[in-house]
């Protein structure tokens, strides 16, 4: 998103800042939250904005990135409109699993299901990254054309559950 949006100087500086070589990142590996971590603050600074804002515009990013390239057949097949592709991302995550084996992936499952609503509880072994969870699900909600709003209405031990109040039948 950095390179995309700010140029590949701007990841470059990033990189800089950080203590970790671009050389090692290989692709469908997994990293310490540590170096994750750092390089979303230090993406962060480059936009000028404040982590959890970060991390919500990222949300966003990743829905349309996954969207086209090598990740698009997955997405195709996980569901055709929101409340399908959601009821499937468990199992669209463990297909991932498959492939990479130490990923930590998260869970959301769909707790209520109405045309103009939906509830929605993310289940993460991480903390601090609920505003990535709702860039996400507004990126699926661009994706599906739904326009209407996100809300986290409840934190408690099971996950975070969030409300998506739709405009229109979804
Ligand atoms: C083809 C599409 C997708 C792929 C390949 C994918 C893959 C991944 C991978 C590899 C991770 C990191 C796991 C780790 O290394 O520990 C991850 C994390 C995550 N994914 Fe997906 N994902 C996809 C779509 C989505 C979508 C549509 C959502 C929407 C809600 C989503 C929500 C998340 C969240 C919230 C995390 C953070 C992990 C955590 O809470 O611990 N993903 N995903």
Known sequence: MTIDRLGAGAWERAVEQSEICPKDFVSSSTYDDSVTLSLVGLCAGAFKVEIPQFLEMFGEYWVVFASSGPYASLMRVAGSTLPVLLTNLDRLHQSV???????????????????????????????????FATGLLKGLMAKFSVQGTVEIINRGDAGIDYEIRCRQSV
Do not use: H
């Open 97 to 131: 699993q498959a492939v990479m084996a130490d990923a930590m992936l998260p869970s959301f499952v769909v707790i209520k299901d109405e045309p103009n609503l939906l509830w929605v509880r993310y289940c993460s072994k991480r903390t601090g990254l609920e505003t």
